[in-house]
């Protein structure tokens, strides 16, 4: 073990996933071997439990103690999978590089040493994976996701490649620089993306969940879509401002039109039901305008509050329950962490 020079920390955010587990640690335990061998990988896994209701936790101590050094951390509650990944990041070594997985087996393990391959051989900083095809998805869904990186990505500098998901490495300089960023509404697949250096993506076919199902819905979905634009661009206040200009030049020339029919041809406009309708778009777009600032407001009063991203109410290492449980102790003794 001591002359492996390269270290490379897995992190899983867990929520709900007791029955994958044992699976995905039993294929990343096989992985960090074959890397130790392939690629002189010290590897760690860190399973982050965001709050599971079920026995992922329980499940969790119960591992298995094997080569590669496994750790966990539970949070107080459910604080959401862009925590779970930024408790990962910072629990890390900071020399070690950071890749990051679901714990439901959706993301391929087999995948690992390509991911790993690009970091090493062709020295990238950033190897992310997209979904090779989505044809499986409704043509809503597809629309619904070209349109929100359309949004995301107008006037952008730094392009988060659309389809790219939480499946990415970070190599240890990436991986740094990302833990620098202060801010707490985190939109982890943009703020990859910003940060810069060398960046790839390599295509992959997303496998069947192996256990439990999935935490999204429609309502959930679309959340994290307004919490990663208004977190990560500003296109809507663009739009905002681009439609109060077409607005306000439509009534300019509307106007204008009006006054000309009563000058030159003397004809009256029927004012009730024209007046109706004007004051309802103005009213209308006023309001969605509205709800876009308070939009951006919340996110202000979000970094402001300064609160911290998610809080640590136990930590484990897998071979320090072995030595707990040897020495006859209580599990209750494992030692615990508050993140401040
Ligand atoms: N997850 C999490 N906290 C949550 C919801 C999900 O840590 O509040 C984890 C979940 O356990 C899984 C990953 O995030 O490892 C992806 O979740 P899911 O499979 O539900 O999403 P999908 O694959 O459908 O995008
Ligand atoms: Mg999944």
Avoid at 119 to 124: E, F, N
Avoid at 129 to 147: A, C, D, P, Q
Avoid at 178 to 183: F, I
Avoid at 279 to 287: C, D, F, K, P
């Amino acid at each position: 073990m001591t002359d492996l020079t390269n270290k490379l920390t897995i992190v899983v955010p867990l929520y709900n996933e007791a029955d994958s587990l044992e699976n995905i640690h039993r294929d990343l335990v096989k992985c960090g071997e074959q890397l130790a061998v392939v690629y002189s990988i010290q590897l760690a896994v860190i399973f982050i439990n965001d709050g599971s209701v079920d026995e992922t936790w329980e499940r969790l101590q119960d591992l298995d103690p094997s080569p590669v050094s496994v750790s966990g951390h539970s949070f107080s509650r459910n604080f959401g999978k862009e925590a779970a990944l930024l408790a990962g990041l910072e629990a890390a070594e900071d020399d070690s590089a950071v890749l990051f997985m679901d714990g439901d087996g959706q993301h391929p393990v087999d995948l690992v040493p390509l991911l790993v391959g690009k970091w090493l051989d062709d020295a990238y900083d950033v190897v992310y994976t997209y979904k090779e095809n989505r044809k499986g998805e409704g043509t809503r869904y597809r629309f619904s996701v070209k349109l929100f990186y359309g949004l995301v990505n107008w006037g952008t500098r730094a392009e988060i490649p659309s389809d790219a998901g939480d499946f990415r490495l970070l190599s240890p300089r990436a991986a740094s620089a990302l833990r620098q960023l202060p801010e707490r509404h985190r939109f982890f697949k943009g703020l990859s993306s910003w940060i810069g250096f060398r960046q790839t993506g390599i295509p992959y076919v997303p496998l069947p969940r192996s256990a439990g199902k999935t935490s999204w819905n429609f309502f959930s979905l679309l959340g994290l879509s307004i919490e990663g634009l208004t977190s990560f661009s500003i296109a809507p206040l663009r739009i905002a401002s681009l439609l109060g200009i077409c607005l306000s030049l439509l009534a300019f020339f509307y106007g204008a039109f009006i006054i000309g029919q009563k000058v030159f041809y003397d004809i009256d406009i029927a004012g009730y039901p024209s007046l109706i309708a004007g004051v309802m778009i103005i009213g209308g777009v006023q309001l969605l305008m509205i709800g876009i600032l308070g939009e951006y407001i919340g996110r202000i009063l979000g970094e402001l509050k300064a609160r911290p991203v998610y809080f640590v109410a136990d930590s484990i290492h897998i071979d320090e329950v072995i030595k707990i449980n040897k020495s006859a102790s209580s599990k209750d003794n494992s030692p615990s962490k508050s993140k401040v």
